[in-house]
């Protein structure tokens, strides 16, 4: 889980001690006290039996401890330095009183002190990183592992990284991976839910093409809103599919065929797309209608 690793806080007492200048069973062999032997002219004394001079075992036994720099016992290194101890201290911040997660209220106040809205994109996207399981809560798991990930240790640190992770999430192959993560972020794993609900969904589809937005989305979005179907949920397959369908079929829906395997509601929105723009057309033709025309109509009306 990531738990910083402790280590003696005085590393110098395990590499000399005062009771080493005596053999056991307390009796003294005459030797020299340590500030004895580094007095000049003292220091060459008699050599050890492997040939080591004293002042060289002496000072060996009296290298200072290794300076907070070098120690990195709670540092992981991949180029970018980040201690997985803060990252625990800044979860405990958020963390709820009774259970080991984030939950709505300590969302709130990260989103806040963040400095971002928990609905806007850049929130889906931490929590894609982070994966999330479920909305408005992360784990201490996902919360220790995710900052990992994006190498960051601090609300600001995390906050830096918010314009790399939105490049990323441009990218075909990780907007794919985004774009399915967030079907299941938005389902309710506490009820069992294999299915989104409808306004959720409409609102996870507006939300996760914040940045890549299909011209067919709005379209899509009206039809699933006036829900001539009566459609109650989306399914996982409709889901991924819109993301195929938006790619490949074209704006004016011409190279729609109902004899693709498409699910069927998609067949429910191409029908109700193409005759809501047929209305549409008429109505507009209506109002080019010219003056003359009507007028025309008017004398032959009174003649």
Known sequence: ????????KNPSSSLGSKSGD????????????????????????????????????IEA??????????????????????????????FKRYKDDQEDEILEEGMESFCDDLCVDPA???VLVLAWKFQAATMCKFTRKEFVEGCKAIKADSLEGIHTRFPCLLME?????????????????????????????????????RLVFTQNTPSI?????????????????????TWNMFLNFSQVIGTDLSNYS??????????????????RRKKVEQEKNKCTESPSSTESLAQDQQD
């Open 1 to 8: 889980m990531g738990q910083c690793v402790t280590k003696c």
């Open 22 to 57: 005596k053999e056991p069973g307390g009796k003294s062999q005459g030797k020299k006290s340590h500030k004895e032997e580094l007095r000049p002219g003292k220091a060459s004394g008699d050599p050890l039996a492997n040939g080591t001079k004293k002042m060289e075992v």
């Open 61 to 90: 036994m009296q290298l200072p401890a290794p300076s907070g720099d070098t120690r990195k016992e709670d540092l992981v290194s991949n180029g970018d330095e980040f201690s997985v101890h803060r990252i625990e201290e800044l």
């Open 120 to 122: 806007e994109f850049r």
């Open 169 to 205: 999430a441009k990218m075909e192959d990780k907007f794919k991976d985004l774009y399915r993560f967030t079907f299941q972020f938005g389902l309710d794993s506490d009820e069992g839910q294999r299915s989104l609900h409808r306004e959720i969904a409409i609102a996870l589809w």
């Open 217 to 237: 989305l709005e379209q899509w979005l009206d039809f699933l809103t006036e829900n001539p179907s009566g459609v109650k949920g989306i399914s996982r397959d």
């Open 258 to 275: 109902e004899d693709e395997a498409w699910p069927s509601l998609f067949d429910t929105f191409v029908e109700w797309e193409l005759e």
